[in-house]
Protein backbone atom coordinates (compact mmCIF):
# COMPACT_ATOMS: atom_id res chain seq x y z
CA UNK A 1 0.00 0.00 0.00
CA UNK A 2 1.78 2.99 -1.49
CA UNK A 3 0.69 6.44 0.80
CA UNK A 4 1.93 10.27 0.84
CA UNK A 5 2.68 10.33 4.08
CA UNK A 6 1.16 13.93 4.45
CA UNK A 7 -2.17 12.65 3.45
CA UNK A 8 -2.31 10.68 6.27
CA UNK A 9 -2.76 14.12 9.00
CA UNK A 10 -6.11 15.17 9.35
CA UNK A 11 -8.10 11.82 8.09
CA UNK A 12 -10.55 9.83 10.24
CA UNK A 13 -9.57 6.75 11.03
CA UNK A 14 -12.54 3.75 11.87
CA UNK A 15 -12.20 0.38 13.77
CA UNK A 16 -12.94 -2.87 11.90
CA UNK A 17 -16.07 -2.88 13.25
CA UNK A 18 -16.82 0.87 11.85
CA UNK A 19 -16.98 2.77 14.78
CA UNK A 20 -14.65 6.18 14.73
CA UNK A 21 -11.40 6.35 16.61
CA UNK A 22 -10.17 9.59 15.69
CA UNK A 23 -8.47 11.63 13.74
CA UNK A 24 -4.81 10.99 12.83
CA UNK A 25 -2.88 14.38 14.05
CA UNK A 26 0.35 12.50 13.12
CA UNK A 27 2.16 10.06 11.36
CA UNK A 28 5.24 7.65 12.94
CA UNK A 29 8.09 6.91 10.22
CA UNK A 30 11.14 5.05 10.18
CA UNK A 31 12.98 6.64 8.50
CA UNK A 32 15.92 3.84 8.36
CA UNK A 33 13.69 1.33 6.58
CA UNK A 34 11.54 3.99 5.13
CA UNK A 35 8.17 2.97 5.97
CA UNK A 36 5.24 4.24 8.34
CA UNK A 37 5.47 2.63 11.54
CA UNK A 38 2.01 3.96 12.99
CA UNK A 39 -1.08 6.69 13.23
CA UNK A 40 -0.95 9.03 16.20
CA UNK A 41 -4.27 9.35 17.26
CA UNK A 42 -5.36 12.32 19.96
CA UNK A 43 -8.87 12.28 21.53
CA UNK A 44 -10.19 9.19 20.70
CA UNK A 45 -13.82 7.73 21.02
CA UNK A 46 -14.03 7.40 24.76
CA UNK A 47 -16.11 4.35 23.41
CA UNK A 48 -13.03 2.54 22.06
CA UNK A 49 -10.09 3.82 24.51
CA UNK A 50 -10.85 4.55 28.08
CA UNK A 51 -10.94 8.38 29.07
CA UNK A 52 -10.14 8.79 25.15
CA UNK A 53 -6.21 9.04 26.02
CA UNK A 54 -4.38 9.13 22.54
CA UNK A 55 -3.25 5.87 21.15
CA UNK A 56 -0.64 5.01 18.60
CA UNK A 57 -2.01 2.30 15.91
CA UNK A 58 0.72 0.58 14.20
CA UNK A 59 0.33 0.62 10.72
CA UNK A 60 0.07 -3.07 9.52
CA UNK A 61 -3.51 -2.36 11.18
CA UNK A 62 -4.54 -0.37 8.28
CA UNK A 63 -6.93 -1.89 5.95
CA UNK A 64 -7.59 0.66 3.64
CA UNK A 65 -6.63 4.75 2.66
CA UNK A 66 -8.90 6.90 0.95
CA UNK A 67 -11.10 9.41 1.99
CA UNK A 68 -10.93 7.78 5.43
CA UNK A 69 -8.78 4.74 7.52
CA UNK A 70 -9.84 2.17 7.84
CA UNK A 71 -8.59 -1.22 10.03
CA UNK A 72 -8.09 -4.48 9.56
CA UNK A 73 -8.30 -4.80 13.50
CA UNK A 74 -8.41 -2.88 16.62
CA UNK A 75 -9.05 -4.28 20.33
CA UNK A 76 -12.83 -3.98 21.01
CA UNK A 77 -12.24 -1.80 24.21
CA UNK A 78 -8.26 -0.44 25.11
CA UNK A 79 -8.27 -0.24 29.18
CA UNK A 80 -5.49 2.43 30.71
CA UNK A 81 -4.81 0.96 33.80
CA UNK A 82 -1.98 1.89 35.96
CA UNK A 83 0.81 -0.44 36.67
CA UNK A 84 1.82 -1.33 40.34
Known amino acids: M???VT???GLD????????LGTVNDVIVDFDAQTIYGLYV????????E???SVLVPYRWVRAVGDVIILKRFP???SVSASE
Do not use: A, K, P, Q
Not at 42 to 49: A, F, K, Q, S
Open 7 to 9: NLV
Open 51 to 53: DGV
Open 76 to 78: TFV
Open 2 to 4: ETD
Open 13 to 20: IFSDRGYR
Open 42 to 49: ERTNDGLV
